[in-house]
């Protein structure tokens, strides 16, 4: 298996391009389903879960043609059961639930995989579905939905789950008369999937608040040609290693509205941010102040970023506290983080973490996708070099993360074994 290979300590400078957000793009894939016109999504990353949500949609009939960063997708003819082994290896492949009950009145899907970072249940997907008139069996590992015709509902969601939110949009998008979805997510992604559903026809409104309201549209959605936000995470992301690196590195486009708590952790933590327009600026000495930090729904701080901000801690000048309120089973990390000499301590959902540590490279393995971009941070804040295995997790997410930090001045290279010559 390939391993990312990575010589710490060095500053970095330069430019870095965000690629276009991986959490929107698997979720207007899904909503391309809603029409037999053509779709055309354009700043699609080149990631594994793209790759596989294209596997997903092709496996129900779809045809995908991926050409740079633009996807295109018809999803003329469909069929309702969805490709087995694609779906068990990403979570979000629960979202063609929505689209396919709308459309077609019925969808067969195996209980999804992805990241074991704790319980996931789909649970709210499903009673959500139930709401608006499906009948839902669950057994041998599948899913089964039908609906003769989806009807408008009052839903109030448990919990604000971005993934559940975005399921009720699009089924609803098509359903008879009126849905309002209570206690939704605001996460930017809702409005990527609400933008793009209206620009098929569709009558969304209230995303990015706690209250969304979707009239059903009786005639069939059209093509959509879309472009999609940069992605958050990955800014946050390097903007982390940036900081616990030192130098100045710039990173566009980004959007600051959708990342102000991480960057204002990052000034706390001593970094130097700077906004211009679609410019974000990060500069310092790599002199870092330890932050409390508690992971919370948007627009509070993403529990996507917490695994690499407690990597960045690690050489904080004191003692940090991290809470995990969203997921149970997120600091896997810390394990591989104390190989290279880390000193933390996890009590629960609670990690405190004690600095400056003197990071040392180690062979480490990434457990899910922000772990192993935690584990890049390290790496590139250890001494000497460190050796990353598990890079399918880190693929899944993040595209061409190695070039990019080789690009501003890391030494970082991607690693393939050639197989033994065969005598």
Same mark, same amino acid.
């Given at each position: 298996? +390939?391993?990312?290979?990575?010589?710490?300590?060095?500053?970095?400078?330069?430019?870095?391009?965000?690629?276009?957000?991986?959490?929107? @793009?698997?979720?207007?894939?899904?909503?391309?389903?809603?029409?037999?016109?053509?779709?055309?999504?354009?700043?699609? !990353?080149?990631?594994?879960?793209?790759?596989?949500?294209?596997?997903?949609?092709?496996?129900?009939?779809?045809?995908?043609?991926?050409?740079?960063?633009?996807? =295109?997708?018809?999803?003329?003819?469909?069929? !309702?059961?969805?490709?087995?082994?694609?779906?068990?290896?990403?979570?979000?492949?629960?979202?063609?639930?929505?689209?396919?009950?709308?459309?077609?009145?019925? @969808?067969?899907?195996?209980?999804?995989?992805?990241?074991?970072?704790?319980?996931? +249940?789909?649970?709210?997907?499903?009673?959500?579905?139930?709401?608006?008139?499906?009948?839902?069996?669950?057994?041998?590992?599948?899913?089964?939905?039908?609906?003769?015709?989806?009807?408008?509902?009052?839903?109030?969601?448990?919990?604000?789950?971005?993934?559940?939110?975005?399921?009720?949009?699009?089924?609803?998008?098509?359903?008879?008369?009126?849905?309002?979805?209570?206690?939704?997510?605001?996460?930017?992604?809702?409005?990527?999937?609400?933008?793009?559903?209206?620009?098929?026809?569709?009558?969304?409104?209230?995303?990015?608040?706690?209250?969304?309201?979707?009239?059903?549209?009786?005639?069939?959605?059209?093509?959509?040609? =879309?472009?999609?936000?940069?992605?958050?995470?990955?800014?946050?992301?390097?903007?982390?290693?940036?900081?616990?690196?030192?130098?100045?590195?710039?990173?566009?486009?980004?959007?600051?509205?959708?990342?102000?708590?991480?960057?204002?952790?990052?000034?706390?933590?001593?970094?130097?941010?700077? @906004?211009?327009?679609?410019?974000?600026?990060?500069?310092?000495?790599?002199?870092?102040?330890?932050?409390?930090?508690?992971?919370?729904?948007?627009?509070?701080?993403?529990?996507?970023?917490?695994?690499?901000?407690?990597?960045?801690? *690690?050489?904080?000048?004191?003692?940090?506290?991290?809470?995990?309120?969203?997921?149970?089973?997120?600091?896997?990390?810390?394990?591989?983080?104390?190989?290279?000499?880390?000193?933390?301590?996890?009590?629960?959902?609670?990690?405190?973490?004690?600095?400056?540590?003197?990071?040392?490279?180690?062979?480490?393995?990434?457990?899910?996708?922000?772990?192993?971009?935690?584990?890049?941070?390290?790496?590139?804040?250890?001494?000497?070099? *460190?050796?990353?295995?598990?890079?399918?997790?880190?693929?899944?997410?993040?595209?061409?993360?190695?070039?990019?930090?080789?690009?501003?001045?890391?030494?970082?290279?991607?690693?393939? !074994?050639?197989?033994?010559?065969?005598?």
């Amino acid at each position: 298996m +390939p391993t990312l290979s990575i010589e710490g300590r060095r500053q970095l400078r330069g430019h870095i391009r965000v690629s276009g957000a991986k959490n929107a @793009v698997l979720k207007l894939m899904a909503a391309s389903l809603l029409t037999r016109e053509p779709c055309v999504i354009r700043n699609v !990353p080149y990631i594994g879960d793209v790759l596989n949500m294209i596997e997903v949609l092709e496996g129900l009939g779809a045809r995908c043609q991926l050409d740079g960063d633009v996807l =295109y997708i018809e999803a003329r003819d469909l069929h !309702p059961e969805a490709p087995r082994d694609a779906v068990r290896r990403m979570r979000a492949s629960i979202q063609v639930m929505g689209p396919l009950l709308g459309r077609l009145g019925e @969808v067969k899907i195996a209980q999804p995989g992805g990241c074991a970072i704790g319980a996931r +249940p789909v649970d709210l997907h499903l009673a959500g579905l139930r709401a608006l008139g499906a009948v839902i069996d669950e057994r041998h590992g599948y899913i089964h939905g039908r609906a003769a015709k989806l009807q408008g509902a009052e839903i109030h969601l448990d919990l604000p789950s971005v993934g559940a939110t975005e399921n009720l949009m699009m089924a609803a998008a098509v359903a008879d008369g009126e849905t309002v979805i209570r206690n939704a997510a605001r996460e930017p992604e809702i409005i990527e999937v609400q933008n793009f559903i209206n620009c098929m026809g569709g009558r969304v409104r209230g995303a990015g608040t706690d209250t969304i309201r979707i009239r059903g549209v009786a005639g069939p959605l059209g093509g959509v040609d =879309y472009t999609v936000i940069p992605d958050r995470i990955e800014a946050g992301t390097l903007a982390v290693c940036a900081a616990v690196c030192g130098g100045d590195v710039t990173l566009s486009p980004v959007i600051i509205e959708h990342m102000e708590i991480v960057a204002a952790k990052l000034v706390e933590a001593g970094a130097g941010v700077e @906004v211009n327009g679609e410019t974000l600026r990060v500069f310092g000495d790599g002199v870092l102040k330890p932050l409390h930090i508690r992971s919370q729904p948007y627009p509070g701080f993403p529990t996507d970023m917490q695994p690499q901000v407690v990597a960045m801690l *690690t050489r904080a000048l004191g003692t940090s506290i991290v809470t995990e309120t969203i997921y149970s089973s997120r600091f896997k990390h810390v394990d591989e983080l104390r190989r290279m000499g880390a000193d933390i301590t996890v009590d629960g959902r609670v990690a405190v973490v004690r600095g400056p540590c003197r990071l040392s490279g180690a062979r480490v393995e990434a457990s899910d996708l922000r772990a192993a971009a935690a584990l890049v941070v390290a790496g590139l804040a250890a001494e000497g070099e *460190t050796v990353i295995e598990g890079l399918e997790h880190l693929d899944r997410g993040y595209e061409d993360l190695a070039g990019k930090l080789a690009a501003v001045g890391a030494k970082i290279v991607r690693r393939v !074994p050639t197989e033994a010559a065969v005598p």
